[in-house]
């Protein structure tokens, strides 16, 4: 069954960055828009980022902007969420999705399938 899978969360410090992967299973990738989302206690999921199929439109929430990048190999059908100085507000589980978005205005809506998540925690 196609589906996704997120890796690369972990435990950094205030400032430090670490780099998702969301990897394509049963489906080439190449195809699908993918979008980044997070999740904390309590709290909506949050889009914070898409990238379409061809690459050429990104997208980010105000809260990563300028300091996440999205990207995408598709010759390793994988996409990837750099996260650089990271903030203690960042800690979430991180999740990617894969559909047929353009990644304009609310492109979040678009996505409705997503992966198990992989956990970011951001502590001293």
């Known amino acids: 069954q196609p589906h996704v899978v997120e890796s690369g969360g972990g435990l950094v410090q205030p400032g430090g960055s670490l780099r998702l992967s969301c990897a394509a299973s049963g489906f080439t990738l190449d195809m699908y828009a993918v979008g980044w989302f997070r999740q904390s206690p309590g709290q909506e999921r949050e889009g914070i980022s898409c990238?379409?199929?061809?690459?050429?439109?990104?997208v980010y929430a105000d809260s990563v902007k300028g300091r996440f990048t999205i990207s995408r190999d598709d010759a390793k059908n994988t996409a990837y969420l750099q996260m650089d100085n990271l903030k203690p507000e960042d800690t979430a589980t991180y999740y990617c999705?894969?559909?047929?978005?353009?990644?304009?205005?609310?492109?979040?809506?678009?996505?409705?399938?997503w992966g198990q998540g992989t956990q970011v925690t951001v502590s001293s």
């Open positions: 999705a894969a559909d047929g978005s353009s990644c304009s205005v609310g492109w979040v809506a678009d996505f409705d399938s």
């Open positions: 990238i379409t199929a061809t690459g050429h439109i990104t």
